[in-house]
């Protein structure tokens, strides 16, 4: 799968893209990441990316031309056009299903932005889907970038050790609620023990204890994903 | 502001602690960011941050002892304990208010996880606070503890240019709707031109227009939060 980001700050990327899991999926090869810095497309006289908004208002807004240009030469770079994606609180918001389904394509193409956004017709020119991280405003689209990055390339199989630490997430395709409690050693830490039931072996004891509290503990923090597991439920009949 | 991060990764932060903004937040003393190495804490003989989970299953749970005690050194190295954060897709969702909350505070201690997530002991010992980004599932809490650091600073006084465009963002204490349309320079590009509106000069007109403007795209797209809207000036009725 390969990965476009397009951003005026790509060195915010560095750091990131050495992390362990994303470096092994590279090094593997299931993996690429190129980021372009936008200020290469800014070719005004004034190399400017940005300029203040018409009709007043504060800070700086993002030019159409830089970005429709950039994503005109960056798209015949890889075997096929990017899966266009702007990062924009105004966007969809990222979820899990969604995730899903971007982990499919071979590939994305994802626009940053800064200031107060972009020109409005960098949106009617290139039409790409807007995603959001969630109901909250970031400095820019490359956190956000990284999110769909980190979320997507533990789908693609041979990324992580063990493909059923994928399932069984949280708001995954095998289990849309949230996770049961772990335990690890020792078997006691300051007074607290590991429950007996994990200790036992039984292993049909263990999946309905896992599964109670898993249950219990949507109910209690997130009952709004218990209504959508009995619609995906009914979904999955049709 | 003091951040301080407990992370097994602490790498991924370094492209990100030097982005623009962050920076000349830190260079005007505004805020301290400090990542910690949970490495650095794991004292057992085969200093082992992780361990296999009792009961079974994929994976590998960050044991409780390393956390616990890193958390203890940590709160102590500022001048009060930071409000602790764990990130976690259990956690209470983010959104601008939470995010407006954190900002109030003088610290924020943020604990990223990895793998299976932690003993369940972690949460027992140190009550954090479960933070999620939304309802997708990351490798480790980095890019959510980056996407708090990112939307908590620009609320400090001082470390955007203009406060009035943190008051405008989407979802922002002066707005809770999504954000109007921008234009910049130049008045036609590709056949597209700037709205006649903007370029009149007329303010009321213009904050009229962007009000109609903020008002449908948010109806088309996120009803929802309309309703929160009238929601809230109720509230602000109290």
């Given at each position: 799968m390969r990965f476009d980001v397009l951003t005026?700050?790509?060195?915010?990327f560095t750091g990131y893209l050495g992390e362990s899991l994303l470096n092994k999926a590279i090094d593997k090869q299931l993996v690429e990441a190129h980021v372009h810095n936008?200020?290469?497309?800014?070719?005004d006289k004034h190399n400017r990316v940005d300029d203040r908004p018409f009709g007043g208002g504060p800070g700086m807004v993002i030019r159409v031309q830089p970005v429709v240009e950039a994503i005109e030469q960056i798209q015949?770079?890889?075997?096929m056009p990017g899966r266009l994606i702007l990062l924009s609180p105004q966007g969809r918001t990222l979820n899990q299903p969604l995730v899903e389904e971007l982990a499919q394509q071979q590939r994305l193409t994802m626009i940053c932005g800064r200031y107060e956004?972009?020109?409005?017709r960098v949106i009617d020119l290139l039409q790409p889907e807007e995603i959001s991280l969630g109901d909250f405003v970031l400095n820019g689209g490359e956190v956000a970038a990284m999110a769909i990055i980190d979320s997507v390339i533990?789908?693609?199989?041979?990324?992580?050790?063990?493909?059923q630490s994928a399932v069984d997430?949280?708001?995954?395709?095998?289990?849309r609620l949230l996770e049961f409690p772990q335990y690890t050693r020792p078997r006691e830490y300051r007074g607290l023990n590991v429950p007996e039931v994990l200790l036992g072996g039984n292993h049909q004891e263990i999946l309905a204890w896992r599964k109670q509290q898993s249950l219990e503990k949507t109910k209690m923090r997130r009952a709004d994903l218990l209504d959508q597991h009995s619609d995906d439920a009914h979904d999955n009949k049709r």
């Open positions: 005026l700050f790509p060195e915010i936008l200020r290469d497309w800014a070719n015949p770079l890889g075997e956004g972009f020109d409005q533990r789908l693609i199989p041979g990324v992580l050790g063990d493909e997430d949280s708001f995954s395709e095998g289990n």
